[in-house]
């Protein structure tokens, strides 16, 4: 259950991007020159912008098939904490974090549990739309059934 729930996350992250200010010049070790090897200097009050949805698409970290939902590239992978980030990082990560997973994972359950066919009647593929959080531009049409 839970790598079906990180896999979600990352695939569909609910905050695309962490946008904050520096309070105070900083140099970052990596991501400047020709192959982002080199330092990058942030004088202060720069606006620095982080994509969740880039991080978590990465191929570097998480292989080729980027784009694809599959929950057991959980057995051999294992990012960091700033490589895979659905509830932010460090002094001001998110504190419901163990609550939210466990209530997702508790939906989940009681789904499977309680229908046997969970149909998506979604007429259009799946298309994002990133505003302060991420959804789908064209609502979700779900259909339980018990057989």
């Not at 991007?17 to 090897?37: M, S, Y």
């Not at 149909?119 to 049409?141: F, V, Y």
């Amino acid at each position: 259950m839970q790598v079906v729930l990180v896999n979600t996350l990352r695939l569909y992250p609910v905050f695309p991007v962490l946008a904050r200010v520096a309070l105070k010049d900083t140099k970052l070790p990596v991501g400047g020159g020709k192959n982002q090897t080199e330092p990058v200097f942030v004088p202060r009050g720069t606006n620095v912008i982080m994509s969740y949805y880039a991080i978590h698409h990465d191929a570097n970290i998480y292989g080729d098939d980027v784009e694809e939902f599959i929950p057991g590239r959980w057995d051999h992978i294992h990012p960091d904490q700033y490589q895979f980030l659905p509830f932010g990082a460090g002094q001001r990560a998110c504190l419901g974090q163990p609550k939210a997973l466990v209530e997702a994972a508790y939906v989940v359950a009681r789904l499977a549990e309680r229908y046997e066919i969970l149909e998506c009647r979604d007429k259009e593929p799946w298309e994002g739309e990133i505003k302060l959080t991420c959804k789908s531009a064209n609502g979700c049409k779900v259909a339980f059934r018990k057989e």
